[in-house]
């Protein structure tokens, strides 16, 4: 798995899931070649082992104004894509 370099902007999460997302993240690059592709392997990955309802959004530009759960909020950069994964 190739790692890249994360630039996190703000986390509200625990520290496993702070790490899941990244790894989660770098392996969906590796496998896919969409942002589409990209963000239904996060989604998929989180509603499968930390309980639905996660949204995730993958892109280079896009504004965002979102509910979610307490704790359970990430937005981070790998390289110019951004990230935004939340739980509902």
Known sequence: MTERKVTWV??????NIKTE??????????KFETEREISYHIK?????????????????????YVTYS????????IGQLAILLYKL
Do not use: M, R, T
């Open 70 to 77: 307490s704790k359970h909020y990430i937005f981070f950069y």
């Open 44 to 64: 998929k990955y989180f509603d499968e082992n930390y309980s639905p309802n996660w949204h995730c959004v993958v892109g280079k530009s896009f504004a965002s």
């Open 10 to 15: 703000i986390c509200e999460a625990d520290i």
């Open 21 to 30: 997302v990244e790894v989660q993240a770098n392996a969906a690059l590796d």
